[in-house]
């Protein structure tokens, strides 16, 4: 997964935080599908992830409308609420507004 | 680490998102001790961390204005100047609103 290269600010970010249960079976595959099932979404702009004792997952969209759209997207909204069940101790969802951006 | 305890949005993050290069000699111990540089900064309000493929670190901050002392923060430039040198292939800084949060 490279970094992602997202259009000039200002753009949408919604950060997921979270910490896993010990066992998360199903897991991996739901994360890839849900990673593609995000891409097609209208809005998508880029998603990034990374995970050691807490994982990030970024994802980036064009508007608030797209975001609320991606969370009511039906397969996403079993994934939710299989996460909440089996995969996940506790997360934090932060949804935030991108006003600049700089690289190197 | 765990996930960040922050105030009720809104508040700032600063997404720094990196790749890095094969050798990072040095890396971890200043990597450590920016982290503990930051939490002694005026306006901090948390840290989360990841690296895999890339690398993901987000910076919780009260205003604009904190964010600005921290990126001026002498010991902090240096380590910016030696990432650049040293241990960074690539890397984007994203400057987010938090508008809103919400835990499970």
Redesign the interface.
């Known amino acids: 997964?490279?970094?992602?290269s997202?259009p000039s600010?200002p753009y949408y970010?919604v950060?997921f935080?979270?910490?896993q249960k010990e066992k998360v079976e199903g897991y991996a595959s739901m994360s890839d599908r849900m990673i593609e099932l995000a891409a097609q979404q209208p809005g998508f702009l880029g998603i990034?992830?990374?995970?050691?004792?807490?994982?990030?997952t970024?994802s980036y969209w064009d508007s608030m409308y797209s975001i609320k759209l991606w969370k009511e997207n039906a397969e996403h909204r079993i994934a939710q609420e299989r996460g909440?069940l089996q995969w996940?101790e506790?997360?934090?969802?932060?949804?935030?507004?991108?006003?600049?951006?700089?690289?190197?």
Chains 1, 2 share one sequence.
Do not use: D, W
């Open positions: 997964m490279p970094i992602a997202t600010a970010a950060i935080t979270s910490i990034e992830n990374a995970r050691e004792e807490i994982g990030i970024i909440k996940y506790h997360y934090t969802v932060r949804i935030c507004l991108v006003q600049r951006e700089y690289s190197f």
